[in-house]
Structure formats: structure tokens, C-alpha cells
């Protein structure tokens, strides 16, 4: 994507409004296909039922993605296809639709992880694999190429999520799988270096969905599965700039698991789209200033569970 003096302006312009508006379910898991090779787009603050945005550079299940927010680019890393874990990375341009493009490898190939980035700032953050290494990798956004090697986290895990409070630097890890645990580490995404302990989530489960409403400091997550047949409706939050443990937020519109999770930043709204359980094309929202349950959004095109969400407001 051509970084021209427009797109910039466009780009501030859209920072100091809270971010743009256009959320995106990126690959994943399909329920019935095993990989999803599709993509969707929402319009985050109007209710509806989610519309064809493209194909994937490469099918892929159990991978996870993010954005630089009103700077346009969104991206998908990871995952397992062909019984392989993958080390490809792909974009798109969020406010266009279209088939995504080849953006490089991680260092590393790694399945299930987890997702984030300092938006505007333009880091790109990965973090951990379903062989439960510790692995973080990085790389800038707004350049194609390969990922590099970032720091450890606290312990090996997969199937978690990732929240940042965008261009204030953190990003919080939550959760994970096999076994599952309610543990939570963080990082200073502009500076190399390890994970540190952040606090714990109400629940312990792994294959949760998180976001936040970024500069507002606020980290969400909610559904989940703790790995011997419960899976869940509660959505926790934190502050993201203190450490300390989540607190109960409300619940799910049903339990659901491997949903793929985007907000439209400052703007305050969470949408949560997608699920491994039924109904399997559900999205449902909520805001997330403010502690109360989740209500129905509309629905996807496809199932997916396991794929990316992000959007162009971070």
C-alpha cells in the first residue's frame, strides 16, 4: 500500500475521530471445511449481517492477525493448513475490498497464536504455538517483509488472546490451552524483551476472543473453553496500563469458543464475531465502557472460528 500524503491526512483525520469503522473476520477455521479460505467485513457501528470482502493469500485454521488501524493495513499470521503449521503472513487494504496478499514469513512457523499491534505506531506483535512454545515475533506493518525475533513470553501457551492499548504501548496476553490456565502476561510492544506478569482472568480457559477500546485503556475478553467439555459466556475486562485481575464484565448472548474479536477503537464498541459452537455465524456486540451483557449483531456469510479480527479503528 502506497503511503501517499492523503492516505497520512486521511489517517490523522480518522485517528482524532476515534478510528475508522470497518471490522474484518480473516480466515480461520471453517466448521463444516476445516479452513475457511474466506473474508468478511463489518461496519462496527451499524447492525447488520457481515458482507464479502475477499479470499485468503493461503487456507489456513487456528491463526490470528491485527491492524495499524486507520493507517489501512490488516494482516493474518500463523496457523495450521495441510496437517503443517504455517509461517506465511498476509495483508490487506481494509478500506478496499479484495483478495489478501503475501506479506512475508515469521521467523518461526507457529500455530494458534495470538495477535496484536501499537496501531499507528506500526509494530506488529505474535506470540506463542500449539507445540506451547514461549516464541514472540514482530514486524513492521507498513513495510512487506519477514518477521523478527521479539522476547519470551512467561510461559508456554496457544489458544489465547491479545489486547493493546494501541499507541500507549502495552499489549496483555490472556489465557490459554492444555492445560488451560487463567494466566495473564504483558509487554512493551516498542521495545524488545520478555513477557511480565500482568495479573489473572475471572476464568481459566483457553480459545477466548479479547479487544479493547485502546487510549481508553480498557481490555476485554470473553467466551472460552477449559479443555474438558466447558465452554463459556463470560466476558472479563481489565485495565490494560495497571496490572492487577479481571473483573466480571457480563456474558455472551450463549457460550462460544474461537471467535474472532475486533472494536472500532475509542469509538467504544466490541464485536465478537463467529463461533465453534452454535449458531456458528453469530455476531454479537457490546460497549465496552460500559459493564453489561453482549446483544445480537447479525450474522457472517460463512462459519469460522480460530481466523483474525481487526479493524481500521485499531
Known amino acids: 500500500m502506497a503511503f501517499t500524503a492523503d492516505k497520512v491526512r486521511q489517517g490523522v483525520q480518522q485517528a482524532a475521530a476515534g478510528g475508522g469503522d470497518r471490522g ?22 451499524t447492525t447488520s449481517n457481515a458482507n464479502s470482502f475477499g479470499n485468503v493469500y493461503q487456507s489456513r485454521a487456528e491463526c490470528n492477525g491485527s491492524s ?3 493507517n489501512d493495513r490488516g494482516w493474518m499470521a500463523g496457523g495450521q493448513y495441510s496437517g503443517s503449521k504455517g509461517s506465511s503472513i498476509e495483508y490487506v487494504t481494509i478500506s478496499t475490498t479484495g483478495n489478501s496478499s503475501s506479506f512475508g514469513d515469521m521467523n518461526t512457523a507457529m500455530g494458534s497464536i495470538a495477535g496484536t499491534s501499537n496501531r499507528t505506531n506500526e509494530r506488529a506483535i505474535m506470540a506463542g504455538d500449539n507445540a506451547r512454545a514461549k516464541t514472540i515475533e514482530y514486524f513492521t506493518m507498513s513495510s512487506t517483509g519477514n518477521a523478527s525475533d521479539f522476547g519470551n513470553l512467561t510461559s508456554g501457551r496457544f489458544r489465547f488472546a491479545a489486547t493493546c492499548n494501541g499507541t500507549n504501548e502495552r499489549a496483555v496476553f490472556s489465557g490459554k490451552e492444555y492445560p488451560t490456565s487463567n494466566v495473564q502476561d504483558y509487554i512493551t510492544i ?8 500482568f495479573g489473572t482472568l475471572t476464568l481459566s480457559r483457553g480459545y477466548l476472543g479479547g479487544t479493547s477500546n485502546l487510549t481508553n485503556d480498557r481490555g476485554v475478553q470473553a467466551g472460552g473453553y477449559n479443555g474438558s467439555g466447558t465452554i463459556y459466556n463470560t466476558i472479563d475486562y481489565h485495565t490494560i496500563s495497571s496490572t492487577g485481575s479481571c473483573t466480571d464484565f457480563g456474558d455472551l448472548l450463549g457460550n462460544s469458543w474461537g471467535q474472532c474479536s475486533t472494536s472500532n477503537g475509542t469509538n467504544e464498541r466490541a464485536v465478537f464475531m463467529g463461533n465453534r459452537s452454535s449458531p456458528k455465524t453469530e455476531m454479537e456486540y457490546f460497549t465496552i465502557s460500559t459493564t453489561s451483557n453482549a446483544t445480537d ?8 472460528w480460530q481466523g483474525a479480527g481487526y479493524s481500521d479503528g485499531g
Request: glycine share 14%; aromatic share 8%; hydrophobic share 20%.
Open 297 to 304: 449483531f447479525g450474522d457472517m456469510t460463512n462459519d469460522r
Open 190 to 197: 516498542n521495545s524488545t524483551g520478555n513477557a511480565s506478569s
Open 24 to 45: 474484518v473476520a480473516h480466515g480461520g477455521r471453517g466448521i463444516t471445511s476445516n479452513y475457511n479460505n474466506t473474508i468478511e467485513y463489518i461496519t462496527i457501528s
Open 68 to 70: 495499524n488501524g486507520p
